[in-house]
């Protein structure tokens, strides 16, 4: 299994189990990730959904290249992009707050799904970004589009999609894009994080999730999105990104 679920006292914990491919997204991580939508929206005993990764050098790489890099066309490509971005979407529309747990790197895809989650706990000296553009590519599965919708300034978020590299923890903390930096373990950093959001009941989280998702809906998110992985798409058949991939996955087999 490359994925994990946990369950205890209303935290529902979904971990990427991938840790020798750096906790990469493949088809089996999408469908554990639509296996707790499912469960969130038909059931009511979820307080929290907390996404991380196992070990403590990546929250998660983003897409597994290596399975990926056979989609070649445009139409192929969107195939794999809309799945894990509507997936994304379903995700950053949870009733529920959404926590990402960012145990280690959050890289090109890793990255975007931590932006989708409502805040980010960022391990000190752990590094973070939308390094897409080395591979000739955008963000794929909307992650620029709630980068954007983030709260962050505008400046700081346009320089992060662009500058296409990784951001130290401090960094981050400083733009806006962590909502807290912890050195200690992971546990007793998210006990910090939602000690008094548990003692509010859960129909007020709802309510104000529904506040956010209601803005979202008038600036029409889930088009923005999908308008996004099209372009992603488009680019992915290029030979810029063929290139960029051929030699990363080169130094990687070195």
Not at 86 to 99: G, M, Q
Not at 180 to 186: A, I, K, T, Y
Request: aromatic share 10%; glycine share 8%.
């Amino acid at each position: 299994m490359t994925y994990k679920i946990d369950l205890t006292d209303g935290v529902l914990t979904f971990t990427i189990d991938r840790e020798d491919k750096r906790n990469a997204i493949n088809d089996e991580v999408m469908n554990g990730f639509k296996e707790i939508v499912t469960y969130i929206n038909e059931h009511n005993d979820v307080r929290f959904l907390i996404i991380t990764g196992t070990g403590e050098k990546a929250f998660c790489s983003g897409g597994d290249l290596s399975e990926f890099h056979k989609l070649q066309t445009e139409q192929e490509a969107f195939g794999m992009l809309s799945k894990m971005g509507k997936i994304l979407y379903d995700i950053a529309t949870l009733p529920v707050p959404t926590i990402a747990l960012v145990n280690g790197a959050a890289v090109g895809g890793g990255c975007e799904i931590a932006t989708a989650c409502d805040f980010r706990l960022v391990k000190r000296g752990v590094k973070c970004g939308f390094i897409q553009g080395t591979l000739g590519i955008t963000s794929g599965w909307g992650g620029g589009t709630y980068l954007i919708e983030s709260g962050i300034k505008q400046d700081f978020a346009l320089k992060m999609l662009v500058d296409s590299s990784t951001y130290d923890s401090d960094k981050l903390l400083e733009i806006g894009w962590a909502t807290r930096v912890f050195e200690h373990s992971q546990e007793q950093a998210l006990e910090d994080f939602i000690v008094n959001m548990k003692k509010i009941h859960p129909s007020v989280h709802h309510a104000y999730k529904e506040m956010k998702l209601r803005s979202w809906k008038e600036k029409n998110m889930f088009e923005r999105v999908m308008e996004e992985i099209k372009l992603c798409a488009k680019l992915w058949e290029s030979d810029a990104h063929n290139e960029a991939v051929n030699n990363f996955l080169n130094k990687s087999n070195k």
